[in-house]
C-alpha cells in the first residue's frame, strides 16, 4: 500500500493457487473449481490447509511429525487429520506428496515470473513480483488489463493450460509528509 511508481498507485495481481495448479499440471490433471486449500477443513482452516499442503509437497519424508511452522493450537484436528485430510482432498495427485518436488515447483513458478517481468521490459516499465503476484503502475491493471492478461499468457504458454488472476485490493496512502520532499518540488 506505501507503493507507488512515477508518483502514481499502482495494482496487484496474483495467481490462483499456483502451487497446487503446477503439481496438478505435472501429471496432466485438473484441479478444477473448488479452491485447493478451503476444500481440506473449509474456508475457516483454509490457511493451515495451505501451509500443510506446501510442507506435504517439499517433504521427502512422510511428515510424521507436524511441521515447524504450521500452528494448529485452537484448531478442532491434529497433524495426523490434517495430513490425511489433504492427502484425500488432494488424491489426484497423492503420488506428488513427500517426493521432495516443491523446489521444482517453484522453479516452474520462477520460469513464469521471470517471463511475467521480461514481458514488460520494452516499455522499460516496472514489474515488482511478491510470491506469485506482480504490482506495476495502476494504468498496467485497471487501465488496460494488461498485467492480467500477460500473466494468463505466460502461464498458458509454460504450463498449457489456464489459471486463475485476481486482482488484490491496493489502497494508496496519504503521506503526513513527503517521503521525498524532491518529489513534491514545483
Known amino acids: 500500500q506505501f507503493i507507488t511508481i512515477d508518483g502514481g498507485k499502482t495494482c496487484e495481481y496474483d495467481f490462483e493457487q499456483m502451487?497446487?495448479?503446477?503439481a496438478y499440471l505435472h501429471l496432466g490433471k485438473d484441479l478444477g473449481k473448488e479452491d485447493a486449500y478451503s476444500r481440506v477443513f473449509g474456508e475457516e482452516h483454509r490457511d493451515v490447509a495451505k501451509v500443510a499442503f506446501n510442507a506435504m509437497l517439499n517433504?521427502?519424508?512422510?511428515?510424521?511429525?507436524?511441521p515447524r511452522n504450521l500452528d494448529l493450537k485452537d484448531r478442532p484436528?491434529?497433524?495426523?487429520?490434517?495430513?490425511?485430510?489433504?492427502?484425500?482432498a488432494h488424491r489426484p495427485i497423492e503420488e506428488l506428496f513427500f517426493q521432495g518436488l516443491g523446489?521444482?515447483?517453484q522453479f516452474v513458478d520462477s520460469q513464469i515470473a521471470e517471463q511475467v517481468m521480461l514481458s514488460f521490459l520494452?516499455?522499460?516499465?516496472?514489474?515488482?513480483?511478491?510470491?506469485?503476484?506482480?504490482?506495476?503502475h495502476h494504468s498496467y491493471g485497471e487501465g488496460s488489463g494488461r498485467l492480467?492478461?500477460?500473466?494468463?499468457?505466460?502461464?498458458?504458454?509454460?504450463?498449457?493450460?489456464?489459471?486463475?488472476?485476481?486482482?488484490?485490493?491496493?489502497?494508496?496512502?496519504?503521506?503526513?509528509?513527503?517521503?521525498?520532499?524532491?518529489?513534491?518540488?514545483?
Open 19 to 22: 502451487n497446487p495448479h503446477i
Open 59 to 66: 517433504a521427502r519424508s512422510q511428515l510424521s511429525h507436524q
Open 77 to 88: 484436528f491434529s497433524w495426523p487429520e490434517l495430513r490425511a485430510k489433504v492427502l484425500e
Open 103 to 105: 523446489l521444482r515447483f
Open 122 to 136: 520494452p516499455d522499460d516499465a516496472p514489474c515488482l513480483p511478491i510470491h506469485d503476484s506482480f504490482i506495476m
Open 148 to 186: 492480467e492478461e500477460t500473466m494468463r499468457q505466460v502461464f498458458r504458454s509454460i504450463m498449457g493450460s489456464d489459471i486463475g488472476v485476481r486482482r488484490e485490493l491496493v489502497q494508496q496512502v496519504q503521506h503526513a509528509r513527503p517521503l521525498n520532499p524532491e518529489m513534491t518540488a514545483a
